[in-house]
């Protein structure tokens, strides 16, 4: 009963350490290093008083690769070391099971974020709708046009997964 239980906060400690970078990516385009590291420092402590079985092997080498992967499109700045690192040790936390759907889910989210910075009738929509339910401010597509907070992306596909491989 106490690891189903220490089961359930450790993932929902990871998923809320996710929403908060989400947040940070989109109000100030920035992962910090203190959250990256948690969510690795976490995952082994979680990893061995969980309930499931889990291959701690097997998932660093699956996070590993994805950073060894990813590191190429951070140094030729086509992705931001927050999003990379974010990536990666959320793909720890996933492992190779559940790592495919948290990929595939983060790129389908990415891309609908993408179009939405690129299209103007979806930015209309969403002042709209943020205008009618006063919503807080945050920062705009036109105030930072040059990027994209793919941490929210990331963040709902690795919330995803991670509650799918340990909750669900």
Not at 49 to 54: L, M, T, V
Request: aromatic letters at 16%; hydrophobic letters at 55%.
């Amino acid at each position: 009963m106490e690891t189903i239980l220490f089961q359930s906060w450790g993932a929902s400690l990871a998923i809320g350490l996710l929403i908060y970078a989400a947040l940070s990516d989109i109000k100030t385009r920035r992962i910090p290093n203190w959250l990256t590291l948690s969510l690795f420092f976490l995952f082994p402590v979680f990893a061995i008083f969980a309930e499931a079985e889990i291959e701690i092997f097997r998932h660093l080498f699956w996070g590993g690769c994805l950073l060894v992967l990813l590191f190429p499109l951070f140094m030729l700045e086509k992705m931001g070391g927050g999003d990379v690192k974010l990536i990666a040790v959320t793909a720890l936390w996933c492992g190779p099971l559940s790592g495919i759907e948290f990929l595939l889910l983060t790129s389908f989210i990415g891309g609908a974020l993408a179009l939405y910075y690129i299209s103007p009738v979806l930015q209309f929509s969403w002042e709209w709708v943020k205008h009618s339910l006063h919503l807080p401010e945050f920062s705009s597509p036109s105030a930072q046009a040059s990027t994209l907070p793919y941490g929210v992306a990331i963040a709902i596909g690795g919330s995803h997964a991670i509650w799918a491989a340990y909750m669900g």
